[in-house]
């Protein structure tokens, strides 16, 4: 019960930097410990069937940020992560959950912008490891997509979240072969990956915080927990 309201309270804007280092103690460190040891156990299988329906069913999808970060770099998955990051485009959102939900995926949670439909993100999990697809759009100079924070709830309980928006060049992708699964990752992967993590980004920093440290003005989003 406690931790329920801890994690409730974390939503709330002015209670939660007053609280936060009881819910970091309490809820997030034990929840993050817990998607990592699913992760370690399960990381392989959730990989090769994420990719198996997307590829049978034509979905245009890579790996993204984390995921695509231990591809690149380690040739691994990144041990200490706890979950996958994918890039699809928006207009196949709809698809990606309908066709994982039917392999019994459960949906988690959803994000979309307010007055911005094309603004969206959707994690699903799979035997306990969530999978998060982050829903890119191509605009006449780049092709961007969304990261969501808390913000605030209101007294309906509707969350509301705070949008980071990251800007990439255009790219292609490229199939290749990664633990014997084929996959596409972006031709360019390497200016790509410095977009997300800066230009050290083949240096391991176990102190890594994003360099997209502003929200976008004036345009926030809504989320469901299911």
Known sequence: MIKYLLIKIGKIKFLR???NPIRQLLVVKPR????????NAHSMTVFTETCKLLISNNIQFWPEFGTL???CR??????HDFDFDFGIYTHDCETVKEVLSRA??????????????????ITLSYLGVNVDFFCFNIHPKDVRCYLFAHHDINIKGECFYKIKEFKFPHFNLKDIYFKGIKVTIPSD?????KVSYGEKYMIPDPNFKSLHTTYLKDIYAKGVDY
Do not use: S
């Open 32 to 39: 993050l410990a817990k998607m990592n040891k699913a992760f």
């Open 104 to 121: 019994g995926f459960i949906i988690v949670h959803e994000y979309e912008g307010i007055n911005h439909p094309e603004i969206r993100e």
């Open 74 to 79: 380690d040739g691994d998955f990144i041990k």
């Open 17 to 19: 930097a007053l609280l």
């Open 69 to 71: 970060l231990g591809i």
């Open 189 to 193: 992967w390497d200016t790509h990956l």
